[in-house]
């Protein structure tokens, strides 16, 4: 199902790339014989379904072809590559920090439920959705590398982990706020059962009550949420990599629109990255229901 997925969004943003007005050169400095040309180089004068087909079987052979526009028509995917390696890297360290984060004050909350530590907690965690992340990131900019020079003001790829680590914090900040709400909610639902309430008879308390009996089996609604943030946090930010100068896939699509000539070839490229990795994520969640929680295995299995 996912590859028959893959395939069909593939299609559908094919299409619907070709069918939009203009032409992915910039016109302004083309005569029209220049644009006919170079619509028989790419392909365009063919008809729809044989450029589709000649796409599929440059797209298994491992190419995403060259660009109409961008980088003088070089080779969409070494560029692609390196810019996702930088967006990657900086969403894997905004992953690991905002879900670490966000489950330590999930379950500070709701093992202190109506508290004034879970007031605490809340509060930081509502703030989380309100803020807007560009503000977060000016402020980040303004204090630690302007007011206390500390950390670089813009990214440097020779120094990745040291001058990443302003943008990561920058991205975590949602996936802290959300995973903390949906964290404290569940834990408070599960510690309110009657299994978790057994256990507490027995003297089982505190932390070590959430490891064995609770944090498993609330798990299940905060990985769900986690899915699309993830896909979010790997495939870039377009305002924090403008805002911070990383080369990431989130720049290259605004480059890729915002140019002389939209490069559709580019766009088409990043938008089935987007997907592949939206969907592979969603396959993974659909793998660790079953790890989380061995019901799920023997429902599957019964039915």
Do not use: W
Request: net charge neutral.
């Amino acid at each position: 199902m996912s590859v028959l997925t893959l395939f069909v969004i593939i299609f559908v943003l094919f299409v619907l790339i070709r069918i939009m007005p203009g032409d992915p050169f910039p016109v302004e400095r083309m005569t029209a014989e220049m644009i006919a040309q170079k619509r028989i180089e790419l392909g365009l004068d063919k008809p729809l379904l044989e450029q589709f087909i000649n796409y599929m079987s440059m797209l298994l052979s491992g190419s995403f072809g060259n660009g109409t526009s961008l980088y003088n028509g070089a080779p969409i995917k070494p560029i692609l590559l390196a810019c996702l390696e930088n967006s990657f890297k900086i969403g894997v360290l905004a992953i690991a920090f905002g879900t670490t984060v966000g489950l330590t004050i999930g379950i500070i909350a709701a093992l202190n439920r109506g508290t004034i530590i879970d007031g605490v907690c809340t509060i930081v965690s509502i703030l989380g959705v309100c803020i807007p992340s560009y503000v977060f990131m000016i402020f980040l900019q303004y204090f630690f590398a302007y007011q206390i020079p500390f950390f670089p003001y813009f990214f440097d790829p020779s120094r990745f982990l040291f001058s990443s680590i302003m943008p990561s914090m920058s991205l975590s900040l949602l996936t802290i706020s959300t995973v903390a709400r949906f964290t404290r909610n569940e834990l408070i639902e599960v510690m309110n059962s009657d299994y978790v309430k057994l256990a507490e008879s027995k003297g089982i308390y505190g932390f070590e009550l959430i490891r064995r009996h609770v944090l498993r089996n609330a798990l299940i609604p905060v990985v769900t949420v986690i899915a699309p943030l993830v896909v979010d946090l790997l495939t870039g930010a377009m305002v924090m990599e403008k805002i911070y100068g990383v080369n990431g896939v989130g720049k290259l699509m605004v480059d890729a629109i915002a140019g002389e000539g939209i490069d559709y070839n580019y766009v088409l490229a990043l938008s089935i990255v987007f997907s592949s990795l939206y969907i592979g994520i969603m396959l993974v969640l659909d793998i660790l229901y079953g790890i989380i929680d061995p019901r799920i295995r023997l429902a599957s299995k019964e039915g």
